[in-house]
């Protein structure tokens, strides 16, 4: 959640394809359907914000049943991480009925199938200033645009669209003793603009429109690498804004973003 009562259809940002960010996201992260029935946690909201959120003498509900009407799947303008934005309905408590399917709320849900995609972690030589990349051999083959092998050597461009829609050219060869296939020119550029280190991940994916993206997870630095969130993220008059909006729209049963 971001705002309160900010309108779903702003188009001021741009949506992610939902296939393309789940292939970001990683396959640990699951995201509820819409129409399901979930809680949402004030205070644990509040501790994810950076500094004290003081509610004062507010009373602050525990939980707050609610119904998911929307989802937004987004992506951050500086590090490229994913991210989605909920819209919930506030419901009453009786509506609640474990009979009905907590999660799931009387919701069919296929399961489609899973999309074209590969992820590697960086390594040092990946990640290295003037250096290519080394793809695995199933990504050049699955994902990647057929390679021509009968030339010599075998080497085409290949374009990929990031989440942000921005066009990223790159070399891609067939060569070496033994063979391997690599990201040659605009690999490093690449690098340079996304700030990529070793540890990093990179995410190649073909739609279903047949392009071909590219996304990022970003490697945890929370430990002795700096702070694990961008400088000014979840600040916490933002948050407190927010949950005292969820609390409003609660009493009045109106939807919150």
């Not at 819409?34 to 501790?47: D, L, M, R, T, W």
């Not at 085409?156 to 003793?177: M, N, S």
């Not at 990179?202 to 490697?219: H, K, M, N, P, T």
Request: aromatic share 10%.
């Amino acid at each position: 959640m971001d705002s309160v009562r900010e309108p779903m259809n702003n188009n001021s940002e741009n949506w992610l394809d939902s296939k393309f960010w789940h292939a970001c996201a990683g396959g640990m992260v699951q995201m509820p359907h819409i129409n399901s029935k979930v809680f949402y946690f004030p205070q644990g909201h509040a501790e994810c914000a950076h500094g004290k959120v003081d509610f004062g003498n507010s009373r602050i509900p525990p939980l707050i049943l609610s119904r998911i009407s929307a989802i937004r799947y987004m992506a951050d303008r500086e590090t490229d991480e994913v991210y989605a934005k909920i819209r919930l309905i506030p419901i009453r408590e009786n509506a609640f009925d474990l009979e009905d399917g907590f999660v799931e709320n009387n919701v069919t849900v296929e399961n489609p199938e899973k999309p074209t995609s590969f992820a590697k972690t960086l390594t040092q030589s990946d990640a290295n200033n003037g250096g290519g990349f080394s793809v695995p051999r199933y990504c050049a083959e699955t994902i990647f645009p057929r390679l021509d092998y009968s030339a010599e050597p075998p080497v085409q461009t290949i374009l990929a669209k990031d989440v942000h829609g921005e066009i990223w050219k790159f070399r891609h060869i067939y060569r070496g003793t033994p063979r391997r296939h690599l990201l040659t020119t605009g690999w490093s550029n690449f690098v340079n603009q996304k700030k990529l280190v070793a540890g990093d991940s990179i995410v190649f994916f073909r739609a279903e429109s047949g392009d071909l993206c590219v996304g990022i997870r970003r490697a945890k630095r929370g430990i002795g690498g700096g702070p694990e969130y961008p400088s000014g993220w979840n600040p916490a008059a933002e948050i407190l804004a927010l949950i005292m909006g969820v609390i409003l729209a609660f009493q009045g049963r109106m939807a919150i973003t």
